[in-house]
T-cell receptor, first 113, second 114 residues
Framework: GQQLNQSPQSMFIQEGEDVSMNCTSSSIFNTWLWYKQDPGEGPVLLIALYKAGELTSNGRLTAQFGITRKDSFLNISASIPSDVGIYFC?????????????FGKGTKLSVKP | NAGVTQTPKFQVLKTGQSMTLQCAQDMNHNSMYWYRQDPGMGLRLIYYSASEGTTDKGEVPNGYNVSRLNKREFSLRLESAAPSQTSVYFCASSQRGTIKDGYTFGSGTRLTVV
């Protein structure tokens, strides 16, 4: 089946630093999503990307849908302590009877005040 | 709006016991999903229901059964729990045909099988 490679697995950064993480796939997707999971909670959608080359921002977060449709990255600028959590990328080809998200294994972010 | 509600939040089972995890959504979504989350493995799909009355296997269905009781509710049953089923289980829902709002997840059920 389709698999996503998400990197890095974990990051330890200082408050105020910028963060970058990415996802790559061996096959193409027509949608890329980025989720954040706070400790003890379910994932929450941060950004959705629907078109190759699309660059979308949500506050301090910026994500891009790769031109090849096989990758995506997420940047967080000027990190703050509440950015701590696990970030998941997810790819999807929706339509027909199946439209399931394929998740990366997550990037665990730790922020030192 | 409550979104997606899962019960119970925590559960400890003995090997061989059975239980049902409950999930309900109030967003009138067509599709519902059950995922399990294990350290370093991300989220893996167990079963999904594209619409009321249909269910299909996901990536890791063995040892589980599901029931789409109605449009709102989608339950996950462990008939004979095994230690390998110790995990955090998430239910999610989406509106079939559009991914505009992504999937909405519940807050999870933390299951330990001893």
């Amino acid at each position: 089946g389709q698999q996503l490679n998400q990197s890095p697995q974990s990051m330890f950064i200082q408050e105020g630093e910028d963060v970058s993480m990415n996802c790559t796939s061996s096959s193409i997707f027509n949608t890329w999503l980025w989720y954040k999971q706070d400790p003890g909670e379910g994932p929450v959608l941060l950004i959705a990307l629907y078109k190759a080359g699309e660059l979308t921002s949500n506050g301090r977060l910026t994500a891009q849908f790769g031109i090849t449709r096989k990758d995506s990255f997420l940047n967080i600028s000027a990190s703050i302590p509440s950015d701590v959590g696990i970030y998941f990328c997810a790819g999807m080809n929706y339509g027909g009877s199946q439209g399931n998200l394929i998740f990366g294994k997550g990037t665990k972010l730790s922020v030192k005040p | 709006n409550a979104g997606v509600t899962q019960t119970p939040k925590f559960q400890v089972l003995k090997t061989g016991q059975s239980m049902t995890l409950q999930c309900a959504q109030d967003m009138n979504h067509n599709s519902m999903y059950w995922y399990r989350q294990d350290p370093g493995m991300g989220l893996r799909l167990i079963y999904y229901s594209a619409s009321e009355g249909t269910t299909d296997k996901g990536e890791v269905p063995n040892g589980y059964n599901v029931s789409r009781l109605n449009k709102r509710e989608f339950s996950l049953r462990l008939e004979s729990a095994a230690p390998s089923q110790t995990s955090v289980y998430f239910c999610a829902s989406s509106q079939r045909g559009t991914i505009k709002d992504g999937y909405t997840f519940g807050s999870g059920t933390r299951l330990t099988v001893v």
